[in-house]
């Protein structure tokens, strides 16, 4: 059974920064496409970032520039780093798995909160 575990969510204030942590058990992580999304109140989940199993990395035009994601595969855990958090990146954020052919594995989600 595949499961992701997020940790690394908090309450920051504006301009500060966190790093989200999600390892992935159950299944070849090296080999998948691994992704960080989020929810905010009343809104749809939304791609925050994605990493490739060659490294290839895509984000959000809101996040650019300010959010890092990134993978270790010896640890099969992907990360985000998150800087220079503003008010609206308040949201529960979650780690998601793609693999060709099957359906995508979620984390229960963490919780960031951007406010002063």
């Known amino acids: 059974q595949v499961q992701l575990a997020e940790s690394g969510g908090g309450l920051v204030q504006p301009g500060g920064s966190l790093r989200l942590s999600c390892v992935v058990s159950g299944s070849f992580f090296s080999l998948t496409t691994m992704g960080w999304f989020r929810q905010a109140p009343g809104k749809e989940r939304e791609m925050v970032a994605t990493?490739?199993?060659?490294?290839?990395?895509n984000y959000a035009d809101s996040v650019k520039g300010r959010f890092t994601i990134s993978r270790d595969n010896a640890k099969n855990t992907v990360y985000l780093r998150m800087n220079s958090l503003k008010p609206e990146d308040t949201a529960v954020y979650y780690c998601?798995?793609?693999?060709?052919?099957?359906?995508?594995?979620w984390g229960q989600g963490t919780q960031v909160t951007v406010s002063s």
């Open positions: 998601n798995q793609r693999s060709p052919g099957l359906a995508d594995n």
């Open positions: 990493i490739t199993w060659a490294q290839d990395t």
